[in-house]
């Protein structure tokens, strides 16, 4: 199993990004990854605080030296999140045939990197799975495993080159207009239709390609990642959103060829107790 290159987007919160990277570390296939570093441009009229932190963040990745190569690309002007992750996705797709994608606030487990390849290999040529996820609320289910969902969270995922293709960057929304359509996209009666309008919201079109394409993504039973970004500091971070998170370290992956319909039906119930609840 050769091991997918890892893109890390980052612009200005040193502090989150010193913890996603000594996490990295920790994981035993970061030796056999090439890190591409995204740094963001600076926004227009950015303040000093803005500038010091991002300089910080430029400081600290000039001392990595734990994954089997490093490349940082430093953006010569504010791409926004948007432009600056599908940019990042179609460079290293242009060389390579899959990807994992983090970004500064993501903290991953020590099992992180060795999930994401090991689905990323199994899935490879299905039909309908098309990214693999690390993030999992709290659900209760006690196996540790790999399931199917027809959903996608992008607090730390992959994808294959074959499947990004498909990248819709223009979303039909006359069509959820229709109420039967407009309830399949709002899965679990959350009104994912609205995100639609957001701007920097590459997430809500990439869920609408899976969903178009009548596909599925992988997801761990226990989460491999924790969001340490809900704190203000992010474009889409908010204080109303967090969450109690279930660590772990080892989930046992196979090919699954069904959805969990009880793992599911426990998300739902999830979902239902929860007012807030995003993609990113």
């Not at 203000?232 to 969990?260: A, C, P, Q, R």
């Amino acid at each position: 199993m050769n091991a997918s290159p890892l893109i890390l987007i980052a612009y200005n919160r040193p502090n989150h990004l010193i913890k996603v990277l000594d996490a990295l570390q920790k994981n035993s296939l970061i030796k056999e990854t090439i890190l591409y570093i995204y740094i963001d441009g600076l926004r227009k009229n950015a303040s000093r605080g803005e500038m010091y932190n991002r300089n910080n963040v430029l400081s600290i990745i000039k001392h990595i030296n734990f994954s089997k190569e490093t490349i940082v690309i430093e953006r010569d002007e504010n791409y926004g999140l948007e432009k600056n992750i599908t940019l990042a996705i179609n460079d290293v797709l242009n060389t390579f045939d899959k990807v994992i994608v983090l970004e500064d606030d993501i903290v991953p487990s020590s099992f992180f990197l060795r999930f994401m390849n090991e689905n990323l290999e199994i899935y490879k040529k299905s039909d309908i799975v098309f990214s693999v996820c690390s993030y999992m609320f709290p659900i209760n289910y006690k196996e540790k495993k790999n399931v199917l969902l027809p959903y996608f969270f992008s607090w730390g995922w992959g994808t294959w080159k074959h499947k990004w293709q498909k990248f819709q960057s223009i979303i039909n929304k006359e069509a959820f207009k229709n109420a039967h359509l407009g309830s399949r996209f709002n899965l679990a009666n959350y009104n994912y239709v609205n995100i639609i309008n957001e701007k920097d919201s590459w997430a809500i079109k990439w869920y609408y390609t899976i969903f178009i394409h009548n596909g599925l993504c992988v997801f761990p039973t226990k989460s491999l990642t924790i969001n340490i970004g809900n704190d203000g500091s992010g474009t889409h971070s908010t204080n109303e959103f967090v969450l109690k998170e279930n660590f772990v370290d080892y989930i046992k992956s196979s090919k699954e060829k069904i959805i969990d319909i009880t793992f599911l039906m426990n998300l739902y119930e999830y979902f239902d107790n929860r007012k807030k609840r995003l993609l990113w």
